[in-house]
């Protein structure tokens, strides 16, 4: 089984012209992250749109990123939905594609229980033989997995992993103490602060548009080299900001066009920046020198 640690690349979805799912430039971007050194992939979380693309273009996506990633690194694919019958369903799509685990918010309409959620997650432990990354996010699904029932979670044999969404740092030590390891934490905002804290990970926007500073982060981190990562981390603070808002998918985009690889603009009711947020978004990538590399 993969042990997942590092930075992971919350990944856009890129569109075509027409809209359509664009295969040629999802298949350049995956391996340009990868050879920017990024240490893993998450295709189909919110940054990638899944509640606005067909279940066709979800197994393209997955099929296309675990296809191109080859295995170089691991790919972990988002298979949320609020019917657990659908996403067990997805989970099993995902694994007999070759993903390394699934990524699973809780179902974010009905306000769940916690026995709800308790057996949501074992329903799709029972599904599959991979690692399930649970992702707790409160601010979009009206449910707080706090870090007591985060612990009973972690009783499920594939829960192993969670992406921590909120702004309370102190959550990946508690998770971690209480659980007694049991569940391993990725940062899911706080990438710097999280692993000062012992997350093995960062579930990261912002390595979409700097995946090489961004998975430096944690090696500096690794190496006991706080100091440089604290710099790294403020030196990239505007990015990190600029990609943390309501506008997240949009800017992100944004930032991909003006770096020289057009993903196209998010699906509706998302709407593609505006001109001043397209300027902010060039003047971003001139400063930081962002860019995409050519694969070799």
Partial sequence: MTDFRGTYTIMVTPFDAEGAVDVPAL??????????????????????????????????VAKTVIDRAAGRVPVIIGTTAEDTRVAAR????????????VMVLPPFYCTPTEDELYQHYKTISDAIGIPIMVYN???????????????????????????ESTLEVTRV??????????????????????????AVGWAAVPSNGAPAEMARLYDLVMAGELAQARDLSFKYFPMI?????QQYVAGTK???????LP????RPPRLPMGPEGIAAARRLVDELGLKIAQPA
Wanted: overall charge negative; some cysteine.
């Fill in 27 to 60: 298949e350049r971007y995956v391996d340009w992250q990868i050879a920017s050194g990024i240490h893993g992939l998450i295709p189909l979380g919110s940054t990638g749109e899944f509640l606005s693309m067909s279940d066709d273009e979800i197994e393209l």
């Fill in 90 to 101: 997805k989970s099993r799509m995902a694994e007999s594609l070759g993903a390394d685990g």
């Fill in 137 to 163: 996010n409160p601010a979009v699904t009206n449910v707080d997995l706090k870090p007591q029932l985060v612990v009973r979670l972690s009783q499920i044999d594939n829960c192993r992993y969670i992406k």
């Fill in 173 to 198: 030590r508690d998770i971690m103490r209480l659980s007694d390891g049991r569940m391993k934490v990725f940062g899911g905002i706080m990438g710097f602060e999280s692993y000062v804290e012992g």
């Fill in 241 to 245: 900001d600029f990609v943390a808002g």
């Fill in 254 to 260: 944004a930032m991909l066009a003006a770096m020289g």
């Fill in 263 to 266: 993903v196209g603009g998010p």
